[in-house]
């Protein structure tokens, strides 16, 4: 059999070229089509399209991204969320805070019934004594208890028979204003 040569004719039924269109006809009316961006860095392009825009300078910043601080290290001390402060209390009100306080109230009793507290409990009583203590002093408020045996010791007959006959005198001129 005898070998034919293969052709690169088509038939009828291929698909066709499009015809050849001169050079000058390919250019799109003198404008040159743009393979990419202008050669430059990032700063030069915002410069170039400033003065396309009339020369008035961009203000945005060309960089993209978030601009805030990133802290370096943590810190632990801003991670505590601080309560908010409320008004302040006066002297009466903190004294009445405290002598209110439940753990304050259970530690005095079982102190009373003669148990024995741990350290931690036992320094916390004495800080909150302590501020009872000054808060009192502040507010000129004394403890009878404590006054009395001073009272006792200072106080001659004499000293108490003159303050039972001032409060007499007292009592009669509160009477007699009736």
């Not at 502040?138 to 004499?158: F, M, V």
């Amino acid at each position: 059999m005898s070998r034919s040569k293969k052709t690169r004719k088509s038939n009828e039924n291929a698909p066709k070229l499009a015809p050849r269109t001169k050079k000058k006809d390919r250019v799109l009316s003198g404008k040159k089509q743009v393979a990419g961006n202008k050669a430059g860095s990032r700063h030069n392009a915002s410069m170039i399209e400033s003065q396309a825009n009339g020369g008035k300078a961009k203000s945005a910043d060309p960089r993209h991204g978030s601009k805030k601080p990133v802290q370096l290290h943590i810190n632990t001390e801003a991670k505590v969320e601080k309560k908010p402060k409320g008004p302040k209390l006066t002297d009466e009100q903190k004294l009445l805070k405290l002598e209110e306080d439940p753990r304050l109230n259970n530690l005095l009793d079982m102190l009373e019934e003669g148990k024995n507290l741990n350290h931690e409990d036992q320094k916390w009583l004495d800080k909150q004594l302590n501020q009872i203590e000054a808060l009192m002093e502040r507010l000129g408020i004394t403890d009878e208890e404590d006054d009395e045996p001073q009272n006792r010791k200072a106080a001659s007959d004499d000293d108490l028979f003159d303050k039972f006959e001032s409060g007499a005198d007292l009592l009669k001129d509160y009477f007699d204003k009736d």
